[in-house]
């Protein structure tokens, strides 16, 4: 198994990206809460990292709303679930812990599909900030409230933009709040 890394540039501060075996396995904001350590990221070689780069870039200059990369997803199979379902909730919309567990067939089973939530390692790519409490608010995220809150408010301006529907656990009332 080999693993590289590369370092970009965001809006949100430097990213970390991690390659397995070529295929993107890791996407690491700068105060990530479960960041590995760096001597696993393997060296730096950007060569693996060409798409992922670009719809990155795609991404944060509000061109693109739905990635499209082959993913190294290593996590239990019950967390594996969840981050699949994480790319199914639509750009610009959140969800409710609850709605995520109800939407996978355990309803009762938010607590750990918050969990795995934020054991996700593939950040904004895998959506994980899109997930919200029952209420609205901004609960925990791997990368900090303050980035989840500017990465909702930055897909919900553009969602509004290009006439991409916003709907989800996050009201009106809410909205604002995040402005």
Not at 8 to 26: E, M, R
Not at 37 to 44: K, M, P
Not at 115 to 133: D, E, K, Q, T
């Amino acid at each position: 198994m080999r693993r590289q890394h590369t370092l970009t540039d965001s809006p949100y501060g430097t990213l970390t990206l991690v390659a397995t075996d070529g295929v993107l396995s890791g996407l690491y904001l700068p105060q990530h809460r479960h960041r590995p350590a760096e001597e696993t990221f393997g060296e730096r070689d950007d060569r693996p990292f060409g798409p992922a780069l670009d719809q990155l870039a795609a991404y944060f200059a509000g061109d693109l709303t739905t990635f499209d990369l082959p993913l190294h997803q290593a996590g239990t199979p019950f967390q594996r679930t969840v981050w699949d379902a994480l790319v199914r909730i639509p750009y610009g919309e959140t969800h409710s812990y609850g709605q995520l567990a109800a939407a996978l067939g355990n309803p009762g089973a938010s607590r750990a599909v918050g969990l795995a939530n934020g054991r996700n390692p593939i950040s904004i790519v895998v959506p994980c900030h899109r997930v919200v409490g029952a209420n609205g608010s901004l609960t925990g995220y791997a990368g900090g409230v303050g980035t989840k809150k500017a990465l909702l408010a930055f897909e919900r301006g553009r969602a509004g933009a290009t006439g991409v529907p916003g709907s989800g656990a996050l009201g009106e009332d809410t909205l604002f709040a995040l402005s």
